[in-house]
């Protein structure tokens, strides 16, 4: 389900030029509405679900309806960052069920721009635009790397 802005809870990040939802969102659908300063996703269609918007909102003003095999239909999900972790909390349709709450730790350690590959399945390289950057287990023999189609043999 896309992505939608709460317009009681969005102060269109403090009347900045460009809102946080507007800088993280991948595909650009997050717009700040210059009469209302408020922000709202301009395509829902083309929302790719990604969480960013939920995470990064500080005000947590965008909402995720989440599908039925992730939360009941009519829960809705919403998230809370710290400097540390990330507390989801699902709000079911029956207030009479108590919210179920998960916190995940955020990526520390990595500058952004940069990456991490799993400790287990290092690369060597740490750059983000790296070919060698991959973090497949040594079982798939994917230690060569992606191969260029002009290299492959032609057949016969």
């Known amino acids: 389900m896309p992505s939608f802005v709460i317009p009681d809870k969005c102060d269109g990040c403090k009347d900045l030029d460009k ?32 969480y960013n918007c939920v995470k990064i909102c500080p005000t947590q003003a965008v909402e995720v309806r989440g599908y039925a095999d992730f939360v009941p239909l009519g829960a809705s999900v919403t998230a809370l960052r710290s400097s540390e972790d990330i507390l989801w909390t699902i709000q ?10 998960f916190k995940f730790p955020i990526r520390r350690g990595v500058a952004e721009g940069q990456a991490q590959p799993f ?26 790397g992606p191969v260029k189609m002009d290299k492959i043999p032609k057949l016969k």
């Not at 507007?22 to 269609?45: F, S």
């Not at 349709?93 to 179920?100: F, L, Y």
Request: net charge negative; glycine share 2%.
């Open 119 to 144: 400790d287990h399945y290092p690369t060597g390289d740490d750059d983000l635009k790296s070919p060698t950057l991959m973090c497949e287990p040594d079982g798939l023999n994917t230690e060569k």
């Open 92 to 101: 079911f349709r029956s207030k009479e069920i108590k919210p179920k709450r």
């Open 19 to 50: 809102t946080a939802c507007q800088h993280i969102c991948p595909n650009d659908l997050m717009v700040l509405d210059k009469k209302t300063d408020k922000a709202y996703n301009q395509d829902p269609e083309m929302c790719w679900e990604c």
